[in-house]
C-alpha cells in the first residue's frame, strides 16, 4: 500500500530539484517577454461552473473534462482552457472598458485524454489575451509577442503556422456541406489525411475553382504569391476571400515587426477550440511532437459573457517548452548562489545569527546542524548536489 501511494496517477509527474529549477526561470522569461508589450497579469480559478466551457462556447469536448459536484450540486471542471475564464473575468471586471484590455495569465490546465505518446494531462499553459481590438494590428501585436516568447525562451528555429479560420469555413458554406461531413473533414485535417479529405471532397459537385481551393487544404505552406493566386480562385466566395486578404494584411504588418521569417501561412488550419473566429495560430519547433504554442483569434467568446469584445491571444505549453530545449541541447541557466552553514550544537547561537545576517543582506543560507553519521566530505557532497556554492563549518576546530 505504502508504495502505491508513491506514484502520481497517468498523465501526471512530479517536477522537482534542478527541473523545476528550470521550470521556474523559463517561465519568468515568458512573463518578462509579455509585460514588455505592456501586458498585466491575471490569476483566475483552476475550477469553473461548468458551463464555462460549454459545448456552446466551443472549448474542449465535455467527454475530456474532470468534473466533479460542490456542495449545492452545480457541475465544476477543472479548467482544460485558461481562455474562456480570462475572458468571463474580463467581461465581469472590465464591462465598461472600451478601450484595449491586455492580460497575461500563468496556470495548470487539466484535459481527461488519453496519454499516448507521453501526453499529460496536466500541463503549465502561459499565455496572453489581446481584448477589445479586432484590427490586424492586433493580430500583428500577438504574433510579434508570440514570437519575442519564443526567443526569450531560448530557442532559435521555430516556426508559427498561421492561417484563418474562415477558409475552411467558407469552404464547407459553398460546398453545402453538412455537419457530419464538416466534423469528418477536420478530424481528416487534424491528423494530417489528406488523401481522405480528398476522397471525401471528390464526392461532391462543386465548381472547379472551389475544388481547386478544397485541394489547398494539404498544403503546409503558402507564399504570397501563392496566397494571391488562392485569393484569385476565391473571387466568388466572399467568405474565402476575405479570410485570404486578411492573412496577405497580417503579412505586411509582420513584416514592419520584422518577424516574417518566423511564420509561414497554412490556408487548411483547423483547431480544436470552435470558438475561434478569424486567424488561427499554431508553433513548432523540433524535438516536440505537440504545438509548443496555440492560438487564435475569438471575436464573439466574450459575448456569451455578456460584453461584446473582439478579441485574440495564445498560449504558450511551458512543459513542451522545456522538452524541446533539452532535446535541442538547449540549456536553461539556472544562478546558484546559496551557502551552507554546517555547525556543532556549540556553535548554535554564531550560527544562526550569521544565516540572519547573510538573509537580512539577500542572501541564501541553509543551516545543518552536524551529527555523527556524516563526515565532512558528506556535507561537501550535499552542498556540491544542492548547488550551494559556499559552505562554512563552525564546529571549532
Known amino acids: 500500500m505504502k508504495k502505491k501511494l508513491l506514484h502520481t496517477p497517468e498523465g501526471v509527474r512530479d517536477i522537482y530539484n534542478e527541473e523545476c529549477e528550470k521550470k521556474q526561470v523559463l517561465q519568468e522569461k515568458l512573463k518578462k517577454a509579455m509585460e514588455c508589450y505592456g501586458y498585466h497579469i491575471i490569476q483566475t480559478p483552476t475550477f469553473e461552473f461548468f458551463d464555462i466551457f460549454g459545448k456552446e462556447i466551443g472549448t474542449t469536448s465535455s467527454k475530456d473534462l474532470y468534473k466533479f459536484f460542490?456542495?449545492?450540486?452545480?457541475?465544476?471542471?477543472?479548467?482544460?482552457?485558461?481562455?474562456?475564464?480570462v475572458a468571463r473575468a474580463a467581461a465581469k471586471y472590465f464591462s465598461e472598458e472600451d478601450m484595449p484590455i491586455r492580460l497575461y495569465y500563468m496556470g495548470n490546465t487539466f484535459i481527461n485524454n488519453s496519454s499516448y505518446q507521453g501526453r499529460l494531462k496536466e500541463s503549465t499553459q502561459l499565455g496572453a489575451e489581446l481584448i477589445g481590438d479586432n484590427s490586424v494590428e492586433a493580430d500583428a501585436e500577438i504574433i510579434s509577442m508570440a514570437v519575442e516568447c519564443l526567443l526569450a525562451a531560448?530557442?532559435?528555429e521555430f516556426q508559427l503556422s498561421v492561417g484563418h479560420s474562415d477558409f475552411f469555413m467558407?469552404?464547407?458554406?459553398?460546398?453545402g456541406l453538412d455537419e457530419d461531413t464538416e466534423d469528418e473533414l477536420r478530424e481528416l485535417i487534424a491528423n494530417k489525411n489528406y488523401f481522405g479529405v480528398e476522397e471525401v471532397v471528390s464526392n461532391w459537385e462543386m465548381d472547379e475553382n472551389l475544388r481547386k481551393l478544397f485541394h489547398m487544404l494539404g498544403r503546409f505552406y503558402f507564399s504570397v504569391e501563392e496566397m494571391a493566386k488562392a485569393r484569385a480562385l476565391a473571387s466568388d466566395y466572399p467568405t474565402i476571400s476575405s479570410a485570404i486578404s486578411r492573412l496577405e494584411e497580417l503579412h505586411k504588418v509582420l513584416e514592419v515587426y520584422g518577424i516574417d521569417k518566423y511564420v509561414s501561412y497554412e490556408l487548411g488550419m483547423v483547431s480544436d477550440y470552435h470558438y475561434y473566429t478569424g486567424i488561427i495560430i499554431a508553433g513548432y519547433t523540433f524535438g516536440s511532437g505537440e504545438p509548443i504554442l496555440k492560438g487564435g483569434r475569438y471575436d464573439k467568446l466574450l459575448s456569451y459573457f455578456g460584453k461584446k469584445a473582439a478579441s485574440i491571444g495564445f498560449a504558450i505549453v511551458v512543459d513542451q517548452v522545456m522538452a524541446a530545449l533539452s532535446r535541442q541541447k538547449i540549456s536553461i541557466e539556472v544562478e546558484y548562489n546559496g551557502e551552507l552553514i554546517v555547525y556543532a550544537k556549540a556553535h548554535l547561537k554564531e550560527a544562526v545569527e550569521t544565516a540572519m545576517r547573510i538573509r537580512k543582506s539577500g542572501g541564501n543560507v541553509e543551516l545543518l546542524c552536524m551529527d555523527t553519521d556524516h563526515t565532512k566530505a558528506d556535507y561537501e557532497a550535499y552542498a556540491k548536489r544542492t548547488h550551494r556554492e559556499k559552505i562554512t563549518f563552525m564546529d571549532g576546530e
Open 70 to 85: 460542490d456542495r449545492e450540486g452545480n457541475t465544476l471542471v477543472l479548467r482544460p482552457d485558461i481562455t474562456p475564464s
Open 170 to 175: 467558407g469552404l464547407i458554406e459553398a460546398a
Open 154 to 156: 531560448g530557442l532559435k
